[in-house]
């Protein structure tokens, strides 16, 4: 895996535990800027394992954003990725990823409505809503960070054999 990806990953990734850190001493009043801010870190990380991914594979260094990108990417090599499909089932079962990305596209559901002031009230009063899959709670938040390291690790050392 390309060594710059590797150390965007790190990166994001700290700058998730960082924003996670502040979520947990927060007031009440910035405690959604800090969870917004560790959501935007774990997408950022985890578009740059996918980038780290594909970049293994021999694909030149492109930013990939989503799993779907990647593996088209990997297609186009005439290749199949073990780890792309672990992903895929990752983000298609009840996992602590699948739970992650789809609070990510809230928040950007969210932000995008900022620009229809009566749509984004709605959005709004509806994102309240707790359900139990959600990552509204720091443990789940420590769950999800401590999961995406565990990945992210497995990966390297999984192309570390090869």
Not at 72 to 97: A, G, M, R
Not at 113 to 136: G, M, N, R, W
Request: glycine content about 4%.
């Amino acid at each position: 895996m390309s060594s710059s990806w590797q150390s965007i990953t790190n990166k994001k990734l700290h700058n998730a535990r960082l924003q996670l850190d502040a979520w947990e001493s927060a007031e009440s009043m910035a405690y959604q800027g800090f969870r917004e801010g560790f959501l935007f870190q774990c997408k950022l990380a985890y578009q740059s394992l996918l980038s780290e991914i594909v970049n293994s594979y021999g694909i030149s260094d492109t930013a990939v954003r989503n799993l779907h990108e990647a593996g088209e990417l990997i297609k186009s090599k005439d290749t199949v990725s073990s780890e792309l499909e672990q992903l895929q089932q990752l983000e298609n079962t009840d996992s602590w990823l699948s739970t992650l990305l789809s609070e990510i596209g809230k928040l950007e559901a969210l932000s995008l409505s900022e620009f229809q002031p009566i749509q984004y009230q709605a959005s709004l009063l509806a994102s309240d809503a707790v359900t139990s899959d959600d990552i509204k709670s720091i443990e789940q938040a420590q769950h999800s960070l401590k999961a995406m390291k565990e990945l992210v690790t497995h990966f390297r050392n999984f192309n570390l054999e090869w």
